[in-house]
Every structure is written in structure tokens, then in C-alpha cells.
């Protein structure tokens, strides 16, 4: 079974992900900030995880600054999920590592377009 | 709605475009027609149905079959024929056209563009292979109105999300306000104009590729049995017709062979014979 982490201070855009992750077939696990989650991922690493920008604590990009330089860092995939919508945001996430990113608000097709790019299901 | 007035618009719409609407889709015929009557002042879908009646208004007519055959779009849309397209159909296409090095590619009723901006985008991303080469992309839609939006290239933050990969995002648009807009380095790749499938194609040319997916399944048999046959006169004898996911060649014309299933893509049966 593959595992999701779901990062974000907001409790309904968890609950609204988790929805759709599970409806793929992903066990979902859930974290309020970049702190938890890197405490989660230092546990068990997740396959996957799709992660918001501005978060008290941690936010996206020191969780995933953090996340990449821990051993076997690099294996889950991140995708951003974030308000922050401008083109330089986008590149700063990329060259932190993120695979993908998604401006909210998202659907679930845009979310399930986004994993089967990244061959996560079949497009 | 009325019956009769549902059946003038049908029939109105089914005569200019091809689209068949069952009595199921009233609501969507409602809900597409409605922002026309305001742009005619008229107060009544009742109302318009009259002036189609009266009047065979030609500006208006063209409005009602342009609103009821805007389709949905997607970047890269089903992801694996465009993964065909570039891993095996473009090799190929390099080898057997090597001599000319000049490849045409039509996007049969292209909606907002999106499909033809892919190709366009999968060609840039190849121009070491392609250097040298001319490639065409053609893309043509009946609808006057979402052409012009394909060629401005504009797209809603929704739209560049939607099959997308963020690597294309960044490297092929730039953002204006809170819209993105494909680079001219790509528009510049692709001829969108107005043309009609079930018209003459007129001097359109012949094709290596053809997309068509995404329209057939909104025709009867007969209209889309006539619709392959125009297409299949513009293929090269050789060309590829890429069409909808799941589409097989049972009710395709007889000269039609399926030549990779899992993308719903065919060649012309008279290659096979002439090789």
C-alpha cells in the first residue's frame, strides 16, 4: 500500500486531500506543520507527500530543505501545494527539491493529473 | 423548454456542427443558450427559438452552434499519446522523413489549443533532433470565438494545472496578472484558424499526424463515418490519426488499421498494401 503524508495548517485542506488520496488508494497520514511532519518522515518515510507553503512552526520550504539532506531523503515524492501562485515561488520550491506543484485552489483532477505525470497512477 | 423549440436548436446545431443532443441535455442546451438570448437582448429561450424561426439570422445562428460546441480542454490530455507521440512517433518520423525534413501535424477541432501548444511544446523540448526541420502544427476549431482565445494563448491558473507538467509551466509561459501566457517562441509554432469538419477542408494540405480526439463521440455513426473519410484524405498514405482513449476501429471506414491500440492510434490500410 503506498503512504501519503498530507502537510497543512488547515484542517479542511487536509480532510478535502485526504478524500482524494484515499479515493486513489493511498493510507494517508497528516501533519500541521513542517515540524511534525519532518518528525513523522524521520519514523517512516512516506512515498509521497503534498505540501503547503506557509505554515506556522516550519514551513514547506525548510520542511523540504530538511526532508532532502535526511538519508533516503530524496525517495518521496513532494508535490507543492500552495496560495503562492507566482512564478518565482514555483521555482524556488523546484530548486528545493519539489517534483511538482500545485496552485490552490486544486480539484482532484488536478491532483490526479499531477500523479500520473509523475507515474504514481496511470495518467 | 418546449419541445419544438429544443428540436429547432437540435436540429440548428446538429445541421452546422455535427454535435447531436438528445432530449437528456435540455438542461445544457439551457444553460449554454441562455447567455446568448442576453446577448441579443431577447428575454426567452421561447423568444429566441422564434427569431431563429423568423428571421434565419445568420450572425445568430452561428452564436447558437458556437456556444453549444465549446469543449472542455486539457494540456496533454490522457498523458500517454503524447508520451507516444514523443517517444515512438517522432523517432520514426525523423527517420522516414529525413529527406524533406518537414513534418505537418493537424489538431482536428483543437477547442482552446491546448492540445496543439502540447505538440508544439514536445517538438521545442526536441529541437536538438528537430534542428534543421520545419515542423507545421495546425490547429482548427468551428468556433470563431474560442480560436481567437487559442491564439492569445492565455490560460486560467486552473488551465495550466490541468495535465501540465510544472517543468512546461515554467520553462514555456509567463505570467501576466493572474493569467499565464504560452512564450511566443511557442505560439509562433502553432496556426490556429476556423474550420469545420464537416466542410471542405479546403487548402488545409495532407498530414504525417493527426489528432481528432475528444469530438467524434458527439456525432451520429454517419456524420463520423464522413468526418474519417475527409480526415483519411488528408493523411499521407503513411500518416498517423491519433483519436479518443478506448476508441477502436469498429465503425471506423474499412481502410482504417489500428496501429497502437492503447492510444487509440491508425494508420491507413492502403500503407499495408503499398509496402
Given at each position: 500500500?503506498?503512504?501519503?503524508?498530507?502537510?497543512?495548517?488547515?484542517?479542511?485542506?487536509?480532510?478535502?486531500?485526504?478524500?482524494?488520496?484515499?479515493?486513489?488508494?493511498?493510507?494517508?497520514?497528516?501533519?500541521?506543520?513542517?515540524?511534525?511532519?519532518?518528525?513523522?518522515?524521520?519514523?517512516?518515510?512516506?512515498?509521497?507527500?503534498?505540501?503547503?507553503?506557509?505554515?506556522?512552526?516550519?514551513?514547506?520550504?525548510?520542511?523540504?530543505?530538511?526532508?532532502?539532506?535526511?538519508?533516503?531523503?530524496?525517495?518521496?515524492?513532494?508535490?507543492?501545494?500552495?496560495?503562492?501562485?507566482?512564478?518565482?515561488?514555483?521555482?524556488?520550491?523546484?530548486?528545493?527539491?519539489?517534483?511538482?506543484?500545485?496552485?490552490?485552489?486544486?480539484?482532484?483532477?488536478?491532483?490526479?493529473?499531477?500523479?500520473?505525470?509523475?507515474?504514481?497512477i496511470e495518467a | 423548454m418546449k419541445p419544438d423549440d429544443f428540436d429547432l436548436f437540435a436540429t440548428l446545431v446538429k445541421q452546422r456542427s455535427g454535435l447531436v443532443l438528445t432530449g437528456d441535455q435540455s438542461y445544457l442546451l439551457e444553460s449554454r443558450l441562455l447567455p446568448v438570448t442576453r446577448t441579443y437582448n431577447l428575454k426567452s429561450l421561447e423568444d429566441m427559438a422564434q427569431a431563429v424561426r423568423s428571421t434565419r439570422d445568420e450572425k445568430l445562428m452561428h452564436d447558437i452552434t458556437e456556444a453549444m460546441t465549446i469543449h472542455d480542454s486539457y494540456f496533454l490530455r490522457d498523458l500517454k499519446p503524447f508520451r507516444y507521440f514523443q517517444s515512438t512517433l517522432l523517432p520514426q518520423l525523423l527517420v522516414k522523413r529525413e529527406a524533406k525534413k518537414h513534418l505537418r501535424i493537424w489538431s482536428a477541432a483543437c477547442s482552446s489549443g491546448q492540445e496543439a501548444y502540447s505538440l508544439a511544446m514536445i517538438c521545442a523540448g526536441?529541437?536538438?533532433?528537430?534542428?534543421?526541420?520545419?515542423?507545421?502544427?495546425?490547429?482548427?476549431?468551428?468556433?470563431?470565438?474560442?480560436?481567437?482565445?487559442?491564439?492569445?494563448?492565455?490560460?486560467?491558473?486552473?488551465e495550466v494545472q490541468r495535465g501540465l507538467p510544472v517543468g512546461m509551466l515554467i520553462k514555456y509561459f509567463e505570467q501576466s496578472g493572474d493569467k499565464w501566457q504560452i512564450k511566443d517562441e511557442i505560439r509562433q509554432r502553432v496556426q490556429f484558424s476556423e474550420g469545420n469538419l464537416?466542410?471542405?477542408?479546403?487548402?488545409?494540405?495532407?498530414?504525417?499526424?493527426?489528432?481528432?480526439?475528444?469530438?467524434?463521440?458527439?456525432?451520429?455513426?454517419?456524420?463520423?463515418?464522413?468526418?474519417?473519410?475527409?480526415?483519411?484524405?488528408?493523411?499521407?498514405?503513411?500518416?498517423?490519426?491519433?483519436?479518443?482513449?478506448?476508441?477502436?476501429?469498429?465503425?471506423?471506414?474499412?481502410?482504417?488499421?489500428?496501429?497502437?491500440?492503447?492510444?487509440?492510434?491508425?494508420?491507413?490500410?492502403?500503407?499495408?498494401?503499398?509496402?
Amino acid at each position: 500500500m503506498r503512504t501519503c503524508l498530507l502537510v497543512d495548517d488547515s484542517r479542511v485542506i487536509r480532510k478535502v486531500s485526504r478524500q482524494i488520496f484515499e479515493s486513489i488508494g493511498f493510507v494517508c497520514e497528516e501533519a500541521e506543520n513542517g515540524k511534525t511532519a519532518l518528525e513523522t518522515c524521520k519514523t517512516k518515510l512516506p512515498d509521497f507527500i503534498l505540501l503547503d507553503w506557509n505554515m506556522p512552526v516550519m514551513n514547506g520550504i525548510e520542511f523540504i530543505k530538511a526532508l532532502r539532506q535526511m538519508p533516503d531523503g530524496k525517495n518521496p515524492v513532494i508535490v507543492f501545494c500552495s496560495v503562492e501562485n507566482d512564478m518565482n515561488h514555483i521555482r524556488a520550491a523546484i530548486e528545493a527539491g519539489a517534483n511538482e506543484y500545485i496552485m490552490k485552489p486544486f480539484d482532484a483532477d488536478i491532483i490526479r493529473g499531477k500523479l500520473g505525470l509523475l507515474d504514481l497512477i496511470e495518467a | 423548454m418546449k419541445p419544438d423549440d429544443f428540436d429547432l436548436f437540435a436540429t440548428l446545431v446538429k445541421q452546422r456542427s455535427g454535435l447531436v443532443l438528445t432530449g437528456d441535455q435540455s438542461y445544457l442546451l439551457e444553460s449554454r443558450l441562455l447567455p446568448v438570448t442576453r446577448t441579443y437582448n431577447l428575454k426567452s429561450l421561447e423568444d429566441m427559438a422564434q427569431a431563429v424561426r423568423s428571421t434565419r439570422d445568420e450572425k445568430l445562428m452561428h452564436d447558437i452552434t458556437e456556444a453549444m460546441t465549446i469543449h472542455d480542454s486539457y494540456f496533454l490530455r490522457d498523458l500517454k499519446p503524447f508520451r507516444y507521440f514523443q517517444s515512438t512517433l517522432l523517432p520514426q518520423l525523423l527517420v522516414k522523413r529525413e529527406a524533406k525534413k518537414h513534418l505537418r501535424i493537424w489538431s482536428a477541432a483543437c477547442s482552446s489549443g491546448q492540445e496543439a501548444y502540447s505538440l508544439a511544446m514536445i517538438c521545442a523540448g526536441e529541437s536538438d533532433k528537430l534542428q534543421g526541420w520545419k515542423v507545421d502544427i495546425i490547429g482548427t476549431d468551428l468556433s470563431r470565438e474560442i480560436i481567437a482565445r487559442a491564439k492569445s494563448g492565455i490560460f486560467t491558473p486552473f488551465e495550466v494545472q490541468r495535465g501540465l507538467p510544472v517543468g512546461m509551466l515554467i520553462k514555456y509561459f509567463e505570467q501576466s496578472g493572474d493569467k499565464w501566457q504560452i512564450k511566443d517562441e511557442i505560439r509562433q509554432r502553432v496556426q490556429f484558424s476556423e474550420g469545420n469538419l464537416l466542410h471542405d477542408f479546403g487548402p488545409i494540405g495532407v498530414f504525417d499526424v493527426v489528432f481528432c480526439r475528444n469530438v467524434l463521440h458527439c456525432f451520429d455513426p454517419l456524420t463520423k463515418t464522413k468526418v474519417l473519410e475527409s480526415i483519411s484524405h488528408v493523411m499521407l498514405p503513411d500518416g498517423m490519426l491519433f483519436l479518443s482513449l478506448g476508441e477502436t476501429t469498429t465503425g471506423l471506414p474499412d481502410h482504417f488499421k489500428s496501429i497502437h491500440a492503447p492510444c487509440s492510434v491508425f494508420g491507413l490500410e492502403s500503407a499495408a498494401k503499398a509496402q
